[in-house]
């Protein structure tokens, strides 16, 4: 349950809005066994983070060109493909509801723009005018600098805003911009202690109080 008052809200995108964990899972586990690395390894670390974050983390002794070479060609083999893309329950109605009422709305992703675009599409959710793929921050998640980039295209402060969010780099990255945190889903960890949880959107409501807005469901 959740009962928040903010002046704006942020997004994260894959496993906070859209059901991407097929087409991910799949590209990671072949990375993996291509390398030799264990793809559950891969996937915990993966989850919420930058390509170019997971490829450092695991092949740290490659030069910086050929770590992006290829984290852009897993970005490629992502972006080519669908595969079970969908929305989290409830997650297309919730947007449109927030905008429709004029809440001010930024999708906050470790994801590129085209990739973030293309899922958004597929998983058929109102991309928000307000948008910071990875490509428009110096640092990705854990650091706060993506929601601080949304909350600032919104023209709030993130301390005003409620930010959905569902993996641990993530979490991270909410907290320490300021914002309230609500985890989406069922991931528990020293992170998430205290947080406000949804599972999905169905029958969170928006209303207007005063200059704000209450979400409560």
């Known amino acids: 349950m959740i009962d928040i008052v903010a002046s704006g809200v942020l997004f994260d995108m894959d496993g906070t809005l859209v059901d991407s964990t097929a087409v991910v899972e799949s590209t990671w586990t072949r990375f993996g066994q291509s390398r030799g690395i264990d793809p559950a390894e891969i996937l915990a670390f993966s989850h919420g983070r930058q390509a170019i974050s997971t490829i450092q983390h695991f092949l740290p002794d490659l030069d910086r060109d050929e770590q992006l070479r290829i984290a852009a060609e897993l970005v490629a083999e992502e972006s080519a493909s669908s595969e079970g893309i969908s929305e989290i329950p409830g997650a297309a109605a919730f947007v449109d509801r927030l905008l429709a009422a004029g809440v001010p709305v930024a999708l906050v992703t470790s994801a590129p723009r085209d990739l973030a675009s293309g899922r958004m599409a597929a ?4 991309m928000p005018t307000a948008f910071v793929p990875s490509e428009d921050v110096e640092h990705g998640k854990p650091h706060p600098d993506g929601y601080l980039r949304g909350a600032a295209l919104l023209g709030v402060e993130a301390s005003d805003c409620v930010a959905f969010e569902d993996a641990p780099a993530g979490l991270e ?3 320490a911009s300021g914002a309230t945190t609500v985890v989406v889903g069922p991931h528990e960890s020293d992170v998430t202690a205290g947080l406000h949880r949804v599972s999905g959107y ?3 409501t928006v ?3 005063g200059s704000a807005f209450r979400i409560r469901g």
């Open 123 to 126: 998983a058929g959710l109102t």
């Open 173 to 175: 990255s909410a907290i």
């Open 202 to 204: 169905d029958g969170i």
């Open 207 to 209: 209303e207007a109080e």
